[in-house]
């Protein structure tokens, strides 16, 4: 068993950066899924997709939600799922953070959290 994972994002950004760190490393060592989130979706109906997605992606260890955009519909929808041991969520998901997650695949949620959140910060610099 291991840790699932979502990324609820606008649009097809989770797909792509989901199949682009795919591509990368040359295999998902996680259960992932993205789930796109348009402007004219309704969020109650996406809410309802999303927690279905999460119980088909939990085996036991929880879900990582990943979402674009803090404070944004996708994140609003990803946020309205946290349960502690369960469901995760971290915002602001950018392609490092999202290698960082498949590098570490049998980290618990928690410390997968975490490892995701300081991928995001260390990702940053100014050229």
Request: proline letters at 4%; hydrophobic letters at 40%; a negative charge.
């Amino acid at each position: 068993m291991s840790i699932g994972l979502l990324l609820i994002t606008h649009n097809r950004i989770g797909a792509e950066l989901l199949d682009t760190a795919e591509t990368m490393l040359g295999y998902c060592p996680l259960q992932a899924k993205a789930m796109d989130v348009r402007s004219d979706c309704d969020p109650d109906e996406q809410r309802q997709r999303a927690k279905a997605m999460v119980d088909e992606l939990n085996q036991g260890e929880g879900v990582l939600v990943m979402t674009d955009m803090y404070g944004s519909t996708p994140s609003n929808i990803a946020c309205s799922m946290i349960e502690e041991g369960r469901v995760a969520v971290v915002a602001g998901v950018s392609l490092p953070m999202l290698v960082k997650v498949l590098n570490y695949p049998q980290l618990d949620l928690t410390t997968l959290a975490e490892k995701v959140e300081s991928g995001g910060h260390c990702g940053i610099r100014i050229c």
